[in-house]
């Protein structure tokens, strides 16, 4: 006689987390990507409410800060969620991890040899996944300890760093323009992606976690910002340093009270030779220029060109006597710069100030996300792909900036719509299709065909 025996379903291993999808990081993944993209159309430097023009400066370096916050959550998704790895499954995660951040680093060096101006995020994204990798298998409270650590002694490295006598020779090697002077410096950078990791280590199906995360975003933004006044009274005042610009009243007999952009003809590009550029509507060739530091620089599409040179006054001791600046000097000229919160400034104000409102925004996503996901689904679909999207935009952006559509005087609102949907039409289109962007097959195959990863 057989026996029939009913089988109950196994029950999944603690060391087994669901993984359902987090929504709200999706739709804050979309945001960074529509605040990075406004960054690069924007003309202005400062937010004025009433002032629609100026309102892409609002989102200068805090989207940038929002994405790599949101690669602490990612790098948290990718090696257990709220369970912390250990053993074979911590190495083998950390393995992938590590191919994956090699992968797109060498994808974000491709975007940037398109040259399009944009300050390309994704090889600093790269590099603060490696640094992150021994961080894994820290404890929540660890995460935020060093986070708030490195909040505070990570500009402090930059600065002394760039104070350095030999920094001048090696700040044109790549290490030096991402671990030091870049757009993203490394050391200042490292508190968000250890913060976003405590955010992924956290339960986020938790409502009161949430809450909680939203209400420390908020003491931040406070603390960051509130506090920009008292620390700005604190900073040493800099060294007495003129600056003297390249003018072309050298070469034009002009009153002070004319306008010199009159006295010359509207330089044609045309006339250049490879190489030149204008300096104050001559071209460089047919100035003397010796002695004088020339820059032919592209940031966020705002091309900025000019000459100067700097002496510093004699009761100064910026010079040590062998034509190098003084360390002392120098360093005392970084610490004067700490007492503001503003984009890209890397101080201990932003960092502190603008990871609050990462914070912020990843609380109330979440919240938003928690019952009415499907109404944010195209944006949803956006910020499954940020890799494929953000590449999109850099390729579009260096086509754009060619033409004449790229001419604007205040917030371009035409080409930054016109991204975005664009963006939301492919995101859409491998969302219903693939699932996934075409970025993001690519560094899955690399990581399946290199490692024992798995879906």
Request: net charge negative.
């Given at each position: 006689?057989?026996?029939?025996?009913?089988?109950?379903?196994?029950?999944?291993?603690?060391?087994?987390?669901?993984?359902?999808?987090?929504?709200?990081?999706?739709?804050?993944?979309?945001?960074?990507?529509?605040?990075?993209?406004?960054?690069?159309?924007?003309?202005?430097?400062?937010?004025?409410?009433?002032?629609?023009?100026?309102?892409?400066?609002?989102?200068?370096?805090?989207?940038?800060?929002?994405?790599?916050?949101?690669?602490?959550?990612?790098?948290?998704?990718?090696?257990?969620?709220?369970?912390?790895?250990?053993?074979?499954?911590?190495?083998?995660?950390?393995?992938?991890?590590?191919?994956?951040?090699?992968?797109?680093?060498?994808?974000?060096?491709?975007?940037?040899a398109l040259n399009s101006g944009i300050a390309v995020i994704l090889q600093m994204y790269a590099v603060l996944f490696i640094v992150a990798l021994p961080f894994l298998a820290a404890r929540r409270r660890t995460l935020v300890i060093a986070a708030a650590i490195m909040a505070v002694?990570?500009?402090?490295?930059?600065?002394?760093?760039?104070?350095?006598?030999?920094?001048?020779?090696?700040?044109?090697?790549?290490?030096?323009?991402?671990?030091?002077?870049?757009?993203?410096?490394?050391?200042?950078?490292?508190?968000?992606?250890?913060?976003?990791?405590?955010?992924?280590?956290?339960?986020?199906?938790?409502?009161?976690?949430?809450?909680?995360?939203?209400?420390?975003?908020i003491g931040m933004m406070t603390a960051g910002y509130a506090t920009v006044p008292l620390f700005s009274q604190a900073t040493p005042e800099a060294v007495d340093i003129e600056e003297e610009t390249y003018s072309s009243s050298e070469y034009e007999d002009i009153e002070d009270t004319?306008?010199?952009?009159?006295?010359?003809?509207?330089?044609?590009?045309?006339?250049?030779?490879?190489?030149?550029?204008?300096?104050?509507?001559?071209?460089?060739?047919?100035?003397?220029?010796?002695?004088?530091?020339?820059?032919?620089?592209?940031?966020?599409?705002?091309?900025?060109?000019?000459?100067?040179?700097?002496?510093?006054?004699?009761?100064?001791?910026?010079?040590?006597?062998?034509?190098?600046?003084?360390?002392?000097?120098?360093?005392?000229?970084?610490?004067?710069?700490?007492?503001?919160?503003?984009?890209?400034?890397?101080?201990?104000?932003?960092?502190?100030?603008?990871?609050?409102?990462?914070?912020?925004?990843?609380?109330?996503?979440?919240?938003?996300?928690?019952?009415?996901?499907?109404?944010?689904?195209?944006?949803?679909?956006?910020?499954?792909?940020?890799?494929?999207?953000?590449?999109?935009?850099?390729?579009?952006?260096?086509?754009?900036?060619?033409?004449?559509?790229?001419?604007?005087?205040?917030?371009?609102?035409?080409?930054?719509?016109?991204?975005?949907?664009?963006?939301?039409?492919?995101?859409?289109?491998?969302?219903?299709?693939?699932k996934k962007g075409p970025l993001e097959m690519l560094v899955n195959w690399i990581v399946k065909r290199t490692t024992t990863a798995r879906d």
């Amino acid at each position: 006689m057989t026996e029939t025996v009913a089988l109950a379903p196994a029950e999944p291993t603690p060391s087994a987390p669901a993984r359902t999808r987090i929504y709200g990081i999706d739709l804050a993944r979309s945001l960074a990507l529509m605040g990075m993209i406004a960054a690069h159309f924007a003309v202005a430097d400062s937010f004025v409410f009433n002032k629609p023009e100026t309102w892409g400066a609002l989102a200068h370096g805090r989207s940038s800060i929002l994405f790599a916050t949101l690669a602490g959550v990612s790098l948290a998704i990718m090696s257990g969620r709220t369970e912390r790895l250990s053993g074979q499954a911590l190495v083998d995660a950390r393995l992938r991890i590590l191919v994956r951040a090699l992968v797109i680093f060498a994808i974000g060096s491709l975007l940037i040899a398109l040259n399009s101006g944009i300050a390309v995020i994704l090889q600093m994204y790269a590099v603060l996944f490696i640094v992150a990798l021994p961080f894994l298998a820290a404890r929540r409270r660890t995460l935020v300890i060093a986070a708030a650590i490195m909040a505070v002694v990570g500009p402090l490295i930059v600065a002394v760093l760039e104070s350095l006598p030999f920094f001048k020779t090696t700040v044109s090697f790549p290490a030096a323009e991402i671990f030091i002077s870049g757009t993203y410096p490394l050391f200042s950078w490292v508190s968000f992606i250890l913060i976003g990791l405590a955010v992924g280590r956290t339960n986020l199906a938790s409502l009161k976690n949430v809450l909680i995360i939203g209400a420390i975003g908020i003491g931040m933004m406070t603390a960051g910002y509130a506090t920009v006044p008292l620390f700005s009274q604190a900073t040493p005042e800099a060294v007495d340093i003129e600056e003297e610009t390249y003018s072309s009243s050298e070469y034009e007999d002009i009153e002070d009270t004319e306008d010199t952009t009159e006295t010359y003809d509207t330089p044609n590009p045309a006339d250049l030779q490879p190489g030149e550029f204008f300096v104050n509507g001559e071209p460089t060739t047919a100035l003397d220029l010796e002695g004088l530091d020339c820059y032919d620089e592209t940031y966020e599409g705002n091309r900025n060109i000019g000459c100067s040179s700097i002496t510093v006054s004699e009761d100064e001791t910026f010079d040590d006597g062998t034509g190098t600046p003084d360390f002392w000097a120098t360093f005392n000229n970084h610490l004067s710069e700490f007492g503001t919160a503003d984009p890209h400034s890397g101080t201990p104000n932003e960092i502190v100030g603008s990871g609050g409102v990462a914070l912020l925004v990843i609380a109330l996503c979440i919240l938003l996300c928690r019952r009415i996901h499907i109404i944010f689904w195209p944006l949803l679909a956006m910020g499954s792909m940020s890799l494929s999207v953000y590449a999109l935009h850099v390729i579009t952006f260096r086509l754009v900036e060619r033409t004449s559509l790229f001419t604007f005087e205040s917030f371009a609102w035409d080409l930054w719509l016109g991204t975005i949907i664009l963006a939301i039409i492919m995101a859409t289109i491998f969302r219903l299709t693939t699932k996934k962007g075409p970025l993001e097959m690519l560094v899955n195959w690399i990581v399946k065909r290199t490692t024992t990863a798995r879906d």
